[in-house]
């Protein structure tokens, strides 16, 4: 079993439950001459996966997740390894009650069965719980357990089947040669092996293995405490693993899970407990396995009077005792999300860390598929480790986010709900102005962005009965009404608009035009000083991502890119590079400032500043140009994402300040204000209908569907070429619309707003399916102040995707009418872009 080769095309590292999948799947993709080491022996070679509790509960609010998830379960059930058992989400607090209803509609947008129960409804499932103590739960029948070492072997051995797979266990990795920014060795205890292609599949070690070869893994180990309690009565004449519904008490951060005769119970209710991947014990040094550490019974203290509140019967009871308590040692990321693909480091080194049981076969087949036809079918961005800004890898910034997040596990984490931790990282030129207008700061890729301004209040008063006010609590949270005052004040007046966080990349060289032609769908073959906004695709001809390019020479252009994916964007970018080098990529996001200035007056306060030409004729929309601003030359670009007149100005970042007060002051006279995100982002985008990355424009729709496509096609070929003109050939299976929420009142009378990610039904309450067998839901929500709706993008099946249709979107566990006001790309508010363009 423990042949090493010297030489091999792809070097899995790491045959836990990850590294096994991805075997396979490689394997039938049709990949050879696989190698997967192990330090440990098989068939538990002593990582994370040996001693998890293996249950699923499909249903998450991240629709990738949700879609991973659901993958793995079809697999573990074709490999025979899974168990149905149902599952339970218990609340024991109204605000919880209120969460399991989102986790309803977060079930019915993805597909999945399930309903919620009263407390009897409960105890008649679960006869062991204490059924006083709850007010009710969320009950998924399709949750699980696997055998997740069995599916492991079983996948080994299908792969070995295939004549794809060699596996050395006992074979510790203890080095990684890189030449030229290439992998090209893996160098372990028993010899070397020459690779193309290595995958770091190393759980909670992989940031250790990652950094052998000066790349990096932001994960931290961290433990999660876990006890066995048996053997119990009640478990006596249960036949198999599990016949109870595992329960999640959700409140409490904790878990109670029938395994044969014993009771499981989790934690993630502790003290963050953090490790470096470098402190790990040996197997030798380990009394159980590495990842079974000794268990610290006073952290548990807490959770087990807890546990015991819920299932007294069986805690209660002397004659059940712990049979098996660990700290056991998973793995944590900044954001909660998954690792995977090629680090930017090093070509052809590969992560596919930070992954759990449930959602490891579905995440090997998508990471599989990447590797080898270049992308997965299930969108990936929210788990890319390209997403990774530099300041995102320090242990600094992974500790604190890991620790915050950790007791999050189950927590009731708000779609806009940010960080506490590590704030403060990177600060705009004109942050103190911010601070001295009250900025309610938002965090988007470590830059502290105003989503409002608390000096914005006065506008209250003046926009009155037009400034929508919410009623419920959870909406409210992370939002004010100060938004829609600001939005109004842009569309009357003009708004100042802080875009710090932009990513920004010069593309310089002989070779940048032909380079950027291939890349991107929009003709880039313009005069310089014209601004490009260009969906980039995959070659399959999904929507990989949308940004702006600038032609500043006849071979230099620049591309302004969202600081969320704009890490993934520049990967994509330079993974794309000629390699002649006839084009170069520099990243020149920390040298310029980024300042929008959008509404009617914008022309006048920038016309009072300038002796340059900005009139409509002498600066046309979709033009841009240096000009000088008082004392400051700024590159300025005429474009629009909340559908006014206006321009984004790049500076230098010093300089920054200067620019903002320039035209603050100018700006007084014209009734200038300072506008947050939450109008650029939200009610100003949304109301023009404009499409954002991540909601509106993923892989998984195409540039037809999303109403993006333009009259031509240019003739150069580029990334997705012949996808996009089959797709053009083609009626599409979905149309993106834009709903009007037709009546925001609740069964009690309150007024309710949607947040995004819910299910848009049928009026007989059926979902939506297309064609492609995509399911309708609520891609994008905010208010529409000057249309007075509040308003819903959604993909919609051609036959609802009708102007005038009436449906249903289900929120909060009831369900409101809502119509079809747009279907495709024509904006709700100012429909022939007069604004833009005066
Ligand atoms: C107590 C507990 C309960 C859990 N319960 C669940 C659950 O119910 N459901 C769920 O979905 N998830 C659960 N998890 C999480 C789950 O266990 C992990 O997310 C998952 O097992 C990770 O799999 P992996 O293959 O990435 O890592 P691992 O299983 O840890 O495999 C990594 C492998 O890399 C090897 N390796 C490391 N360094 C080297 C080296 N230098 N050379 C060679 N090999 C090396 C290790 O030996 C190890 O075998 C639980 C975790 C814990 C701690």
């Excluded at 807890?306 to 002397?318: C, F, S």
């Excluded at 995004?756 to 529409?784: H, W």
């Amino acid at each position: 079993m423990s042949t090493l080769p010297t030489r091999a095309d792809t070097v899995i590292i790491g045959a836990g439950i990850v590294g096994n999948s991805l075997a396979y799947h490689l394997a039938k993709l049709g990949r050879r001459d696989i190698v997967l080491l192990d330090k440990g022996t098989l068939p538990n070679p002593g990582g994370s996966t040996g001693h998890a509790s293996n249950f699923i509960f499909p249903t998450d609010h991240s629709k990738e997740m949700t879609a991973l998830t659901l993958d793995s379960v079809a697999q573990y059930q074709e490999l025979g390894v899974f168990t149905q058992s149902g599952g339970i989400e218990v609340a024991r607090t109204p605000e919880r009650m209120q969460e399991l209803t989102r986790r309803m509609a977060s079930s019915r947008s993805w597909g999945i069965e399930s309903e919620l129960l009263d407390p009897a409804g409960v105890k008649a499932l679960v006869p062991f719980l204490d059924e006083s103590i709850i007010l009710g739960g969320f009950h998924t029948p399709t949750v699980g357990v696997v055998d997740s070492l069995r599916a492991g072997t079983i996948m080994r051995e299908r792969a070995i089947e295939m004549g794809a797979l060699t596996i050395s266990a006992g074979t510790e990795v203890l080095g990684l040669d890189v030449v030229d920014g290439r992998i090209t060795r893996v160098r372990t205890d028993k010899g070397d092996i020459e690779a193309t292609t290595v995958v770091v599949a190393c759980g909670a070690w992989s940031p250790r293995i990652a950094r052998m070869a000066g790349a990096s893994i932001p994960l931290s180990p961290a433990v999660h405490q876990m006890i066995s309690v048996g053997p119990v009565p009640q478990f006596a004449d249960t036949v198999g693993e599990i016949v109870f519904p595992i329960v999640r008490d959700m409140d409490t951060n904790m878990y109670e899970r029938q395994h044969g005769g014993d009771l499981e119970v989790g934690s993630y209710a502790h003290r963050p407990i953090l490790m470096e991947a470098d402190d790990i014990p040996s197997i030798a040094a380990s009394a159980l396995s590495p990842t079974e550490l000794p268990f610290t019974q006073e952290d548990f203290e807490l959770q087990m009077e807890q546990a015991l509140e819920l299932v007294p019967d069986i805690l209660g009871d002397e004659r059940v005792g712990i049979r098996y308590a660990i700290n056991g040692l998973l793995s944590l990321t900044p954001d909660g999300m998954p690792i995977l693909g090629e680090t930017p480091e090093v070509k052809g080194l590969w992560s596919c860390a930070a992954v759990w049981i449930k959602e490891a076969p579905g995440i090997a087949r998508a990471v599989a598929e990447w590797m080898v036809h270049g992308e997965p079918e299930i969108d990936l961005h929210g788990s890319d480790i390209a997403r990774f800004h530099e300041h995102q890898q320090t242990t600094a910034h992974v500790n604190a986010r890991t620790a915050e997040g950790f007791n999050k596990t189950y927590g009731i984490v708000h779609p806009m709900e940010q960080w506490a931790s590590n704030r403060n990282v990177r600060l705009s030129p004109v942050h103190k102005r911010q601070v001295e207008l009250g900025a309610e700061f938002f965090e988007a890729a470590g830059w502290e962005r105003p989503f409002w301004y608390g000096a914005n209040e006065s506008l209250l008063a003046e926009f009155g009965e037009r400034v929508t006010r919410r009623e419920a609590e959870w909406e409210s949270r992370w939002w004010s009404p100060i938004i829609s005052a600001e939005h109004l004040a842009m569309r009357e007046r003009a708004a100042m608009i802080d875009l710090a966080a932009f990513v920004i990349f010069d593309v310089t060289g002989r070779g940048s035009l032909d380079y950027l032609q291939g890349l991107v769908v929009a003709q880039m073959d313009v005069p310089v000083g014209r601004v490009v906004y260009t969906p980039l695709l995959s070659e399959d001809g999904g929507i990989f991502a949308d940004l702006t390019i600038m032609r500043l020479a006849h071979d230099r252009f620049r591309v302004v890119t969202g600081g969320g994916m704009g890490m993934r964007d520049k990967k994509w970018f330079v993974d794309h590079l000629p390699a002649d080098g006839s084009a170069q990529l520099f990243d020149a996001t920390s040298a310029w400032y980024t300042l929008g200035i959008w509404g009617p007056r914008a022309r006048d306060v920038l016309a009072s500043v300038t002796s340059d030409d900005v009139s409509n004729e002498g600066f046309p929309f979709g033009t841009c140009r240096v000009i000088q601003i008082g004392s400051v030359r700024a590159l300025a670009s005429r474009i629009s994402y909340v559908g006014e007149l206006g321009w984004e100005m790049y500076v230098p970042m010093e300089q920054g300040l200067k620019l903002w007060d320039t035209l603050w002051e100018a700006g007084q006279a014209h009734g200038v204000i300072a506008a947050g995100i939450g109008v650029y982002a939200v009610t100003g985008r949304i109301e023009k209908g404009y499409r954002a990355h991540g909601a509106e424009l993923e892989l998984e729709y195409d540039l037809v569907e999303a109403g993006m496509v333009r009259p031509k096609v240019k003739a150069a070929d580029f990334v997705g070429k012949a996808a996009y003109l089959a797709q053009r050939d083609a009626a599409p299976a979905a149309i993106l619309c834009t709903l009007t929420l037709d009546d925001p009142r609740s069964s009690s009378g309150v007024a309710r707003y949607m947040l995004g990610r819910e299910p848009i039904l049928g009026l007989d309450g059926s979902s939506l399916i297309d064609a492609k067998g995509r399911r309708s839901y609520v891609t994008s929500a905010g208010a529409g102040p000057s249309v007075g709706k509040h308003l819903l993008m959604s993909y919609l099946p051609p036959a609802q995707a009708v102007v005038g249709t009436k449906l249903l979107v289900e929120y909060m566990g009831e369900r409101f009418p809502v119509s079809v006001a747009v279907a495709g790309a024509t904006p709700l508010f100012d429909p022939e872009n007069d604004r833009v363009r005066s």
